[in-house]
């Protein structure tokens, strides 16, 4: 097949707007895969997924479609993940992709992600084709709808095509406007291989698996290639496409979108965005404008059971294999004892990851304070460093000033809720920039927000504010300097680390109280009376005191009691057994993650 | 071999006048066409068992005096053994006649429990009793008239509104009795008792940690001084007075209960009877067995459930006894517990026992839970 008839192409789409629902009517019209063989939503594969309705991992399948033309095209289907946390994703499969459909739901309009993406795909000047979902709704507005298109997206809705993926139509209009819309692949310049890595997933019995758009040249089974990033050569062992189930096919020409198999054991000796070339004849220049996305906010990862680390250890090397975003490194707590720092892309990277490792894996783990990237710069000269722990700030007197990460955040919401975001925002050191109106109900607001001030439960309470109307999606602005302390928490004198954070100096105080209050709340009494203070620098900013524990017994005890109270007993022991030793402290693990949401 | 005593034998009566608020052990209010098939349930479930001799007997309930003259006799001619050395009838003021201490007289028994619960009419009151404080006197005098020289007086403590002060008071009109033993039942809030919901629903309030520990230091303080031995968390004794049938249960001995709800422990295991006396009446009258359900805990949990039934009493626990009782060795597991125990001064040896002091007492699920291994 000639590159020209080949179309490589993305969805962007809100999370619930129906991107998979149509991916699976596509795969259906085009007999990719049989009505019979459709589970609901075909390309997301982990439960988790199913269950957020949100994809993770990007699937690449390809289909062969028979235009009204009577010419057969080859379109690859490249899936995106829905939230901003997986930019790095989106940005990668966009840059696979010559076109993209931007869907939206008829009945919801805008949403802040597809604001986001929207931006990120006009970076890869894709060509942008408007999907108007969901036409089936009884509250469907498709007019207001085109006119969010143009005014928020600036993106001209006049022919958007109108479906509903539940019922089918539209979808072929949809993919005849991919045929005649979407570019097909460049020419190549030269005939040498040119392939970019856009993915890789892990699989047990094969290893690391790349998805990779080729770009110039082929690659076939036996070849000798070169990833220019790492500098490493492989050796390939297979060469694939997804339909959706992968099938190896003999060669991927340039345009075309598939995967690859070598001798890779792990997700670690790949960079996703590298290139891959030929080891013998290597192209010059690798694939350009993709960037290497790093870990935005870090948190200590331990288990709750100190015997588990090196359980958590192999958890979290699994997980890498997999995800090459997630970064960990081995860290030490007095209070938790040994565990690791990660880095996540996001928020939601973060919950996901917390979630999949209990639920994958059931173990039990215990996160601490996360906190964002802050540049720190010293005294006496012109060199700066990154903290992503509290624990490692440098002593005062050798700090200069500390910056802080900010974030610009994109929030859609009904305008009967203006005044509470508003709200949220100031609370939180958020400057508003400009309020646009979408239609008579809703409008969009953008802010300015230390990125330290949204990675807690900034989504929730614009959520909640919003009666789950609201959606919300940020992208990294740049660093301001900004007056931040390390706020730590004494019990009986002696800090305990995993509860060091760092804030903004106008929030100190506040989030110092909340915090021990928090504490006095969950921790259990003592033998002893215990001191809680926390302290900025040296000031202490808020006290209290939790009291000796003084009665602690059942007053009857009989015949039918006793097993009653064998059970009471027992129940405690197991609690004091989960309980973290500080000392001679003991502290519920909950009171490690508890202090994270103290409003 | 020193040989091993007979079980205790426990009666349940499940009736009483007027339920009270905070009580939540199994009671209906008296009803005279019940009280009959009860007795002779009782007897049946009495004769299904193989134990036939008994070490202690305790009537309760419940309110065992509440049943009329016909019935209390022949409960207790079915389930007095000659060899039992402490026979105890757990009475309410207000139901302990003349006639009725007669009838006990005559079927041996050799102790009374008399519930005042308050010496104050007004949290009398609030506790829902229908007694007085002149009719428990009454009564109380009444006993001693008939012989009866070892009698219990129970008490509540540590309910809303208590003072140290007015408790003081509540101990010291007790002691002008100067009964055998006392015990002191620090008021625990019961799941579904009248007293649980008022709870709930805020209408009164638990008394802090700190009050009720006050209060139990203060009772300690005030019966020892007047010379009765603390030796369980609750309960008070003249030397040699102590509750025989009661020390089977903190020293986990052998037991056997009858009547509904009641709980029985013999040769290892633990069982229980079925709930309601409708239930007990339906079974029992049908020959089939009124058990609900037992357990038969491993040697393990019956261990450190010994233990921490044992850290209840003043003389507290003998680990060699307990090590070869169980054949597991105590030092081995428990050292470490057990000096660290007595580092925070909740527990001291005697010579080869380990005992809880006053603190380890008000702190007992705090000491008993750290022997517990799982």
């Given amino acids: 097949m000639t590159s020209q008839n080949i179309r490589n192409f993305s969805v962007i789409a809100h999370i619930d707007h129906g991107k998979s629902t149509l991916a699976d009517r596509i795969l259906e019209l085009t007999h990719t895969v049989s009505k019979r063989d459709i589970k609901e939503q075909t390309l997301d594969d982990m439960d988790l997924e199913r269950e957020r309705g949100i994809t993770i991992k990007a699937h690449p399948v390809r289909i062969d479609y028979k235009a009204l033309d009577g010419k057969t095209y080859m379109l690859n289907l490249i899936d995106t993940p829905g939230h901003v946390d997986f930019t790095h994703e989106v940005s990668r499969s966009l840059a696979s992709c010559e076109g993209a459909l931007l869907l939206i739901d008829a009945s919801q309009g805008v949403e802040a992600q597809s604001v986001a993406n929207v931006h990120l795909a006009s970076e890869y000047n894709l060509e942008i084709i408007p999907v108007i979902n969901k036409i089936d709704l009884p509250n469907a507005d498709v007019e207001s709808v085109k006119r969010q298109i143009e005014d928020v997206l600036q993106i001209p809705a006049g022919d958007a095509i109108l479906t509903s993926a539940k019922t089918g139509e539209g979808v072929e209009k949809v993919l005849e406007k991919i045929v005649s819309d979407i570019p097909p692949p460049p020419e190549p310049k030269e005939n040498k291989l040119k392939a970019l890595i856009f993915d890789s997933v892990y699989n047990t019995y094969r290893g690391v698996v790349l998805y990779v758009r080729v770009f110039e040249g082929g690659i076939k089974k036996g070849m000798k290639v070169l990833m220019m990033g790492k500098g490493k050569e492989l050796e390939v062992t297979e060469v694939g496409i997804f339909r959706p189930k992968a099938t190896s096919v003999d060669k991927l020409e340039s345009g075309e979108v598939g995967y690859i198999i070598s001798n890779i054991k792990t997700a670690s000796e790949v960079v996703i965005g590298d290139t891959i070339t030929d080891a013998r004849s290597p192209v010059s220049e690798p694939v350009a404008g993709f960037k290497q996305i790093h870990p935005m906010v870090f948190s200590g990862v331990y288990p709750s059971n100190s015997a588990e680390y090196e359980i958590l250890k192999d958890v979290l090397d699994k997980f890498a294999l997999n995800d090459a975003s997630l970064s960990y490194e081995p860290e030490n707590s007095v209070a938790l004892g040994f565990g690791f720092r990660c880095g996540f892309l996001g928020l939601l990277h973060m919950e996901i990851v917390q979630e999949r490792i209990e639920r994958e894996f059931g173990l039990d783990i215990v996160m601490t304070h996360p906190s964002v990237v802050y540049k720190v710069n010293l005294k006496g000269g012109q060199s700066s460093i990154l903290i992503d722990n509290p624990l490692k700030l440098p002593e005062q007197d050798n700090i200069e000033s500390i910056e802080e990460p900010y974030v610009k955040v994109y929030v859609i919401c009904p305008a009967s809720s203006i005044g509470s975001i508003m709200q949220i925002c100031r609370d939180r050191r958020g400057e508003l920039l400009q309020t646009e109106t979408l239609d008579s109900k809703r409008v969009m607001m953008t802010f300015n927000i230390p990125m330290n001030e949204i990675i807690i439960d900034f989504h929730d309470k614009i959520k909640s504010a919003t009666k789950g109307y609201g959606s919300m999606d940020y992208e990294f602005e740049k660093y301001k300097i900004s007056d931040i302390g390390k706020l730590e928490i004494l019990i009986n004198g002696d800090p305990v680390d995993a509860f060091s954070t760092l804030v903004h100096r106008s929030k100190a105080e506040t989030k110092g109280r909340q915090v021990i209050e928090k504490l006095k709340e969950l921790m259990p009494r003592h033998l002893f009376q215990i001191a809680l203070q926390a302290t900025v620098g040296n000031r202490v900013i808020a006290r209290t005191t939790i009291k000796a524990m003084r009665k602690d017994v059942t007053a009857k005890c009989y015949g039918g009691d006793i097993t009653r109270k064998r059970k009471l007993l027992e129940k405690q022991k197991e609690g004091k057994k989960r309980m973290k030793q500080v000392g001679k402290i003991s502290i519920p693990q909950k009171a490690f993650t508890a202090i994270l949401k103290t409003d | ?374």
């Fill in chain 2, 1 to 374: 071999m020193i040989s091993k005593p007979n079980p205790g034998l426990y009666v349940h009566v499940p009736f009483c006048r007027k339920k009270c608020n905070y009580c939540s052990f199994y009671s209906i209010e008296l009803d005279g066409d019940k009280t009959g098939r009860f007795v002779e349930a009782v007897n049946r479930e009495l004769s299904s068992h193989n134990v036939k001799h008994f070490d202690t007997l305790h009537v309760g309930g419940g309110t065992p005096s509440v049943l009329d003259s016909d019935k209390l006799k022949s409960l207790l001619s079915c389930c007095i053994d000659g060899g039992c050395r402490e026979k105890t009838i757990e009475a309410n003021p207000e139901s302990l006649t003349d006639e009725k201490l007669k009838i006990f007289e005559d079927y041996g028994i050799n102790r009374l429990s008399i519930g005042l619960q308050s010496t104050e009419n007004a949290e009398l009151k609030f506790l829902g009793r229908i007694h007085s404080y002149e009719d428990f006197k009454e009564a109380f005098f009444m006993s001693r008239e008939f012989g009866f020289e070892n009698i219990n007086i129970d008490l509540i403590c540590g309910f809303e509104g208590q003072t140290i002060e007015g408790w003081r008071e509540n101990l010291y009109k007790t002691l002008e009795f100067n009964p055998e033993h006392i015990s002191c039942y620090c008021l625990g809030i019961e799941k579904g008792t009248p007293y649980d919901k008022c709870v709930k629903d805020g209408k009164i309030s638990v008394l802090s940690e700190d009050l009720a520990a006050g209060i139990f230091l203060e009772t300690d303080k005030i019966l020892t001084r007047a010379g009765y031995n603390h030796y369980e968390i609750s309960n008070y004794a003249r030397p040699g007075k102590e509750s025989l049938h009661n020390l089977k249960y903190w020293r986990n001995l052998e037991y056997l209960g009858l009547g509904p709800s009641s709980w029985s422990c013999i040769s290892g295991k633990r069982w229980w009877n079925v709930p309601t006396l409708e239930k007990y009446l339906g079974l029992v009258e049908n020959d089939r067995s009124p058990l609900e359900g037992s357990e038969s805990p491993e040697n393990k949990v019956k261990f450190y459930e010994t233990i921490c039934l044992g850290l209840r009493l003043k003389e507290g626990i003998d680990p060699e006894e307990l090590s070869g009782r169980f054949g597991i060795d105590f030092w081995k597991i428990y050292e470490n517990t057990v000096e660290k125990l007595i580092a925070g001064k909740l527990l001291v040896k005697s010579e080869r026992r380990i005992c809880p002091t006053l603190k380890g007492m008000v702190l007992n699920n705090y000491v008993g839970s750290e022997f517990v291994l799982i």
